[in-house]
């Protein structure tokens, strides 16, 4: 049974930093790609970054530059680097992985930029 985990979500003023981290558990391989999300009120969830086998990573345009997802495959986790934050960041940040061709999410945590 694969678990995810999110954590390190809260209240963070513009310009600020975070860094978010999913804790894998179960049968996870050091090669699963594995993916943020996130969902801000009255939106559809959006891709934000992807890190792949090899470290290879994908971002989506509105957070290059500012964001920066990484893996430890000793401690099962990735990360989410999120420096420059802007309000419209605001969301519940997910991860997701797919193992055995199944699609497991995380519960989420919530990520609030605002003076």
């Known amino acids: 049974q694969v678990q995810l985990v999110e954590s390190g979500g809260g209240l963070v003023q513009p310009g600020g930093s975070l860094r978010l981290s999913c804790a894998a558990s179960g049968s996870i391989f050091s090669d699963n790609l594995m993916r943020w999300y996130r969902q801000a009120p009255g939106e559809q969830r959006e891709l934000v970054a992807t890190?792949?086998?090899?470290?290879?990573?994908n971002y989506a345009d509105s957070v290059k530059g500012r964001f920066t997802i990484s893996r430890d495959n000793a401690k099962n986790t990735v990360y989410l680097q999120m420096n420059s934050l802007k309000p419209e960041d605001t969301a519940v940040y997910y991860c997701?992985?797919?193992?055995?061709?199944?699609?497991?999410w995380g519960q989420g945590t919530q990520v609030t930029v605002s003076s």
């Open positions: 997701r992985t797919v193992v055995g061709g199944r699609i497991h």
């Open positions: 890190i792949i086998s090899g470290g290879s990573t």
